[in-house]
């Protein structure tokens, strides 16, 4: 979390139990503060400028005025604060006291008169701001620093260079408006050349005048030619530096350079030097632990966005961070106890967390100390880490964090968290699912093919990290290991949701809630097959769901699963009641599969006039209906992909098609290639009396259909498997009788006289 600049200092940072009785004293200014930290400082490198990060536990204001530093012999220094958020997070640069180690940053509390601080007078360094982006003409220097003036602040600090190819302070992509301000020192008399490079416009400023420029939107230059920089006449010491800069997109860069004298062809301008603004000046020290009025000796803790792992089709990634506990050696010996704002909890001095999606938590670390716990808690922000073309890391897998998430309590998770960790097991199951096609289409490709591989650029270190744990041998997979590797991330997704609804969970919203039924109940019904789970799900969240619609979807896929299913009429009637109060019966998905549902219900229970209506209504209420041919086309794709499903035993894939085919074309049960294929998949599935139920309400509904000697044949097979013979013969009788041109009849006869 500390940002450390390459240039600044390395100092000592001393820290003993004494900094409690150091911090008896909060008054300064005026007035009295609530919290204290200690800065000690090398008297060695004597720095100008000393900047420092830190959580400030709720103490300071928004806008930053109820600070004050104080030196060892109670002078006040002159300070700034640079960065107040987001969430707890605070920056301060102060100057140093004449002969001072030893400061006290006092915060919290009312803010002191502003006339009784000293000002601040420092020159050393080039401090960067960054504001929010405010429209202005991009063309015009002065509309362009109106704009920044008038801006919302965003972060400050103190930095070596004028180059960002991203907001430095802030994790955040988007626009936003930037200025470098500092004293230029020049070495000697002469002349100067200057050039820009940026996305989108710069200024760059000397003495108050523009040197050079690149107004307006556009990409930055490649290369730096000899007309693209401006000569000036510059005297030796120092002169106002500054740069503006707008990036007015989401992607950004920029940069300045110079050479002393006038450019040629071989010139290679240079970034301006941190010597040129004795950045060496100012030092970054981290604070000792808090104290306060009530507790002289508090834990502390920083953090670290380590990396993040995006999932699919989805705008919130999981963003992982580190946590190092600061706290003084005084709790050295006691028990350690995080909470990370998200219900969960963890007892490592340095723990590495996985936030389901980025956000604003409130931080709470525990320290024990003999029979007392002390605690603070800060409110961090953590945003996913932007990734630039100069980022040198290796960003994590989702590998790297499914052991941190598998153990998460489920009870503890809101239902947006719950819905993130929903889809990063999901996304898992697909994962193994690609590696299996993507060895297989490996093993079918030339050896030459095979053998063919791509160097990696030199100067990208990530690729080549990546690139070669690709390259290593992965272990064979085989069917039967990821199948049961997919089982059972998409099980641990179920058990989650199932945890969640129960009573006592922190589960709650009408949106989140619905949202997660519609996408956990496809993977219950379809890829598990479990649809009694499917139903318990689906109920429960139907109790916990406030909003009339959104209860009445869940009361009729629950309704489907009962009469479909679970072949429990009784059941599935009295849901769709429920259901049929909150769906409007003007067209729309919703009423259309209400009306479906009702024809799957009366044809099960043999109702043929009953079902015929309510599936022609079903059609009727659509919200659009293509062209007949294209109808057509989509009906072919349809069953083209239900029988392949079928035939190579992907039970998931062919109740998905099939669900899809019912909803789409809900009239296309009277005809039999649906009901024909959907009995197909619950006998592959060995769910005999469902395949049963639905040849033979098919017939109920339609007689005349051309597959009703098939669905017959099929009932009777499947009242076979369930070991009732009399059922079976009494249906292949049906058949003869009124099928009896059927081509199965030869072989319903051999088969009826080998049963008797």
């Given at each position: 979390m500390i940002l450390r600049q390459a240039a600044c200092f390395c100092l000592s940072v001393f820290l003993s139990a004494t900094a409690a009785s150091a911090?008896?004293?909060?008054?300064?200014?005026?007035?009295?503060?609530?919290?204290?930290?200690?800065?000690?400082?090398?008297?060695?490198?004597?720095?100008?400028?000393?900047?420092?990060?830190?959580?400030?536990?709720?103490?300071?204001?928004?806008?930053?005025?109820?600070?004050?530093?104080?030196?060892?012999?109670?002078?006040?220094?002159?300070?700034?604060?640079?960065?107040?958020?987001?969430?707890?997070?605070?920056?301060?640069?102060?100057?140093?006291?004449?002969?001072?180690?030893?400061?006290?940053?006092?915060?919290?509390?009312?803010?002191?008169?502003?006339?009784?601080?000293?000002?601040?007078?420092?020159?050393?360094?080039?401090?960067?701001?960054?504001?929010?982006?405010?429209?202005?003409?991009?063309?015009?220097?002065?509309?362009?620093?109106?704009?920044?003036?008038?801006?919302?602040?965003?972060?400050?600090?103190?930095?070596?260079?004028?180059?960002?190819?991203?907001?430095?302070?802030?994790?955040?992509?988007?626009?936003?408006?930037?200025?470098?301000?500092?004293?230029?020192?020049?070495?000697?008399?002469?002349?100067?050349?200057?050039?820009?490079?940026?996305?989108?416009?710069?200024?760059?400023?000397?003495d108050g005048r523009v040197v050079v420029d690149a107004p307006g939107r556009h990409w930055p230059i490649p290369r730096a030619r000899p007309g693209s920089g401006r000569t000036v006449q510059l005297s030796s010491g120092l002169h106002d530096f500054d740069y503006y800069h707008v990036a007015a997109g989401r992607a950004t860069m920029m940069v300045a350079a110079w050479i002393a004298g006038r450019p040629d062809n071989k010139t290679r301008p240079m970034l301006l030097p941190p010597e040129a603004f004795r950045a060496g000046a100012i030092a970054q020290v981290a604070p000792g632990p808090p104290s306060t009025h009530k507790t002289r000796l508090l834990p502390d803790f920083d953090f670290t966005v380590t990396g993040d792992v995006p999932l699919p089709d989805n705008p919130s990634p999981l963003v992982g961070a580190t946590f190092k506990d600061r706290s003084s050696q005084t709790f050295a010996h006691g028990g350690v106890q995080w909470d990370f704002g998200d219900g969960q909890t963890g007892d490592e001095p340095r723990p590495t967390h996985v936030f389901l999606k980025p956000g604003l938590y409130q931080v709470t670390l525990s320290r024990r100390h003999g029979s007392q716990t002390t605690s603070i808690t800060n409110r961090i922000e953590i945003e996913r880490p932007v990734r630039t073309w100069a980022s040198r890391d290796v960003p994590p897998t989702l590998d790297d964090y499914l052991p941190v998430l598998k153990t998460y309590d489920p009870k503890t998770l809101d239902a947006a968290s719950l819905g993130q960790l929903v889809e990063t097991y999901l996304w898992k199951t697909d994962q193994i699912s690609l590696a299996l096609e993507k060895q297989q289409a490996a093993g079918s490709k030339p050896a030459a093919e095979k053998s063919r591989v791509s160097a990696p650029r030199r100067r990208d270190r990530s690729r080549t990290i990546r690139a070669r744990r690709e390259s290593k041998p992965e272990p064979p997979i085989d069917a039967a290991s990821t199948a049961a590797a997919m089982r059972q991330y998409r099980q641990l997704a179920v058990d989650v949701v199932r945890v969640a609804l129960t009573d006592g969970t922190a589960a709650k919203g009408d949106g989140p809630l619905h949202k997660l039924m519609q996408t956990i109940t496809p993977v219950a019904r379809f890829d598990l097959g479990d649809s009694q789970a499917t139903m318990r799900l689906v109920e429960a969240a139907a109790g916990r769901i406030a909003n009339p619609k959104q209860r009445a979807e869940c009361q009729l896929l629950a309704a489907d699963v009962a009469v479909n299913d679970l072949l429990d009429t009784a059941r599935g009637r009295a849901l769709l009641e429920a259901a049929q109060k909150s769906i409007a019966s003007r067209p729309s998905p919703a009423a259309s599969r209400l009306q479906r549902v009702w024809g799957d219900y009366y044809a099960i229970v043999s109702d043929g006039a009953a079902a015929r209506r309510?599936?022609?209504?079903?059609?009727?209420?659509?919200?659009?209906?293509?062209?007949?041919?294209?109808?057509?086309?989509?009906?072919?794709?349809?069953?083209?992909?239900?029988?392949?499903?079928?035939?190579?035993?992907?039970?998931?894939?062919?109740?998905?098609?099939?669900?899809?085919?019912?909803?789409?074309?809900?009239?296309?049960?009277?005809?039999?290639?649906?009901?024909?294929?959907?009995?197909?998949?619950?006998?592959?599935?060995?769910k005999y009396a469902q395949a049963a139920a639905l040849a033979e309400g098919l017939v109920a509904v339609n007689p005349d259909s051309p597959y009703a000697d098939q669905l017959l044949y099929l009932a009777a097979r499947c009242e076979s498997k369930q070991g009732r013979p009399s059922r079976a013969v009494a249906l292949l009788n049906q058949l003869l009788k009124d099928y009896p041109g059927s081509p199965l009849a030869p072989e319903v006869k051999r088969r009826l006289n080998h049963d008797e």
């Open positions: 911090a008896e004293s909060f008054r300064a200014a005026g007035v009295e503060f609530n919290a204290a930290r200690e800065v000690t400082v090398s008297a060695e490198s004597a720095p100008s400028v000393v900047a420092v990060e830190f959580l400030h536990h709720g103490e300071i204001s928004a806008d930053g005025r109820n600070v004050a530093v104080l030196a060892a012999n109670h002078e006040l220094a002159p300070f700034r604060v640079l960065q107040v958020g987001p969430g707890d997070f605070c920056r301060i640069a102060f100057q140093r006291v004449k002969r001072q180690t030893r400061y006290q940053i006092l915060y919290g509390g009312d803010p002191p008169e502003r006339d009784k601080l000293p000002a601040w007078t420092n020159k050393d360094g080039l401090l960067l701001e960054t504001r929010r982006y405010v429209p202005c003409n991009l063309r015009r220097f002065e509309s362009v620093r109106a704009a920044f003036e008038s801006a919302e602040p965003l972060a400050a600090g103190y930095v070596d260079t004028v180059q960002h190819a991203t907001n430095p302070f802030r994790p955040e992509c988007g626009p936003f408006m930037s200025r470098y301000h500092g004293r230029l020192h020049v070495p000697r008399d002469g002349e100067y050349t200057f050039w820009t490079s940026s996305q989108d416009c710069s200024f760059l400023l000397i309510a599936y022609a209504d079903a059609e009727r209420l659509l919200p659009s209906r293509p062209a007949i041919n294209e109808q057509t086309a989509r009906r072919g794709a349809r069953s083209r992909s239900t029988e392949q499903f079928l035939r190579a035993s992907q039970w998931p894939r062919a109740a998905r098609e099939l669900d899809q085919w019912q909803n789409e074309f809900p009239a296309d049960k009277l005809n039999g290639t649906l009901a024909l294929l959907q009995a197909r998949y619950w006998s592959g599935r060995e």
